[in-house]
């Protein structure tokens, strides 16, 4: 018992360092998304953290597998080095023994990634969903500097405010530039007014409130050009592009919810999520035989590279089969499932292979 639990703790503490080291990875690449987002208007810029915090237990499940793989291998690799499996060897702690404390804390581990899988990621992807759907005008008027023009969307809107108060909900001094259309013809239209402010609708979207100005419709000089004067107008903005960020109705469900679902997206997501924790086990005996490498062959950390190409291929033919389910392809769930077959039956052969390999020498 006491060798198992130092080679147990040996490999978590591993796998919890590495998990520390990928997860700052992911997350500065997602952090600089959010910002380059929010400089785009796509998201308010107070909910930069808000959001990258509510996704990472969606981040954790995809990293804690990985981090096992190397946690695994690494250890093993240090202890091979170190000479520590020799000797645990001799005392009659054998290969049987290594590979159970290996699958024990790959159990851990699956457990932990099933319940970001099953609940707490859904859960955070239901916050984002929450936080975005209320985040309201604020996303367009964050990134607008007092005297400053700036384009509002990919139509050609451009607002400007002569002053913006602190917690930006009122414009003071404002010109709305617009493309406006009447009876299937665009024409210029230009808002002038002493104060602007967003304004939800009870019918959904957010308004843009004008009050007391003046709106200039058509081109000076043509019969059609018009000047209107009003004390309170409104203009519907169109929402930002944040599919990017929004997670979608099967990621927010949580696992009893998508059990039993004849949707193909939900059907690849309840797939996928039974498949994170089943990742995890076979990635942890994966590790056991690949961290039998020598001087001779390579170096002890020659085999780090080949394993982390296996994950990437383990992990890419996993996603192949969900795109299938999500497409509706009928055979998608069973190529899922095969390739959980071949990558453990993969692992069983490299286990078993020296075994194999050294009673045919001895018979021979």
Known sequence: MILERYLAREILNTTFAITLVLIVVVMS?????????????????????????????????LVLPLSLFLGVLISLIQLNQNSE???????????????RVVLLCGLFVALVVSLFSFYVSPRGGLYVN???????LQNELSVVTPGKFYQLDDSGGTIYAADISEDRSLMSE????????ENNAEFPALILADRGYPEWSDYGGYYFVLETGLRYEGE??????????????KQLLPEPEI??????????????????????????EVNWRLSMPILVLILGLLAQPLSNGTVRRGGPYARVFPGVML???YLVCLNAARDEISSGAESGVTIMWAVHLV?????????FYPTWKLKRVAAS
């Open 29 to 61: 690449g997602r952090l600089s998304s959010y910002i380059a987002d929010a400089a785009a208007g796509k998201l308010a810029a107070n909910l930069v953290f808000p959001v990258l915090l509510a996704r990472l237990p969606e981040y954790l499940e």
């Open 85 to 99: 499996l020799t000797v645990m060897t001799a005392t009659g702690f054998g290969r049987g023994r290594v590979i």
């Open 130 to 136: 929450y936080l975005i759907a209320n985040q309201g």
């Open 174 to 181: 404002v010109l709305l530039s617009r493309v406006a259309s």
């Open 220 to 233: 000076p000089g043509r019969p059609d050009y018009r000047v209107t004067e009003f004390e309170r107008y």
């Open 243 to 268: 599919e990017a960020t929004k997670r979608s109705e099967e990621q927010t469900m949580f696992i009893h919810e998508l059990v039993g679902s004849d949707l193909p997206e939900q059907q690849a």
């Open 311 to 313: 994950y990437v291929i």
């Open 343 to 351: 990558f453990l039956l993969l692992a069983a052969g490299l286990i």
